[in-house]
């Protein structure tokens, strides 16, 4: 059961332009929302988050956007850079009793063209 | 992923071997929880442990599947009688009091010949 989805495996963007990646979820409890970068042979590196009580967050050149009511997120970056070239995910979470496990999306592979 | 360590960062186990992955958390740091990455797909929750103490383990298999974060020392996941489908990318996240904020290692992949 994928409660946090990333439909788009891949996305190709030419240097300068803008980058966007989406991420669906499925659970109205989750309350708090991450990207993770993640380089080869390397763990997640946090990179921007989000609470449900917002509906953006700007970070420099990364924004993330939230529509709770569409239970969609989307991460913009810009301008897109080669070095963003990396394989990003989305995670929710919901704090509990039981702590806070993330529930991570499949990752879209961004690749930035030069 | 500074301050995080896991080791060792690749091991190779035969079927039937115990395979044993630890994860030594940031300073400071005393939630660990251990994600399991297959091919092709995102990160899973495995199980969350505080200082001596399994919290939440919902993600956990039922069997051969083991984790301990004992008082002194290393976080240690344990894999007994590993088989192929064992084969994958264990990364563990660490937490101080935020829990929202969760610093990884650079995992540690496993590969069952």
């Known amino acids: 059961d994928q409660q946090v989805k990333q439909n788009s495996p891949s996305l190709s963007v030419q240097e300068g332009r803008i980058s966007i990646l989406n991420c669906d979820y499925t659970n109205s409890m989750f309350d708090y929302f991450l990207w993770y970068k993640k380089y080869p042979a390397e763990g997640p590196t946090f990179l921007i988050s989000?609470?449900?009580?917002?509906d953006k967050n700007e970070d420099g050149r990364f924004t993330v956007f939230l529509n709770k009511s569409a239970k969609h997120l989307s991460l913009h970056i810009v301008p897109s850079q080669p070095g963003d070239s990396a394989v990003y995910f989305c995670?929710?979470?919901?704090?509990?009793?039981?702590?806070?496990?993330?529930?991570f999306g499949t990752g879209t592979s961004l690749t930035v063209i030069p | 992923n500074a301050g995080v360590m896991q080791n060792p960062r690749h091991l190779v186990r035969r079927r039937g071997q115990e395979a044993r992955l630890r994860c030594s958390p940031m300073k400071g740091h005393s939630h660990v929880y251990w994600y399991r990455q297959l091919p092709e797909e995102g990160l899973k929750f495995m199980v969350y442990?505080?200082?001596?103490?399994?919290?939440?383990e919902s993600g956990m298999p039922k069997e051969r599947f083991s984790a301990e974060f004992p008082k002194e020392g290393p976080s240690i996941l344990r894999i007994q009688q590993v088989v192929r489908g064992d084969s994958a990318a264990y990364f563990c996240?660490?937490?101080?009091?935020?829990?929202?904020?969760?610093?990884f290692g650079p995992g540690t992949r496993l590969t069952v010949t």
């Open positions: 995670a929710a979470s919901a704090i509990g009793n039981t702590g806070n496990q993330f529930y």
């Open positions: 989000i609470s449900s009580i917002k």
């Open positions: 996240a660490t937490s101080g009091q935020n829990l929202y904020e969760q610093y």
């Open positions: 442990l505080q200082k001596e103490n399994i919290i939440d």
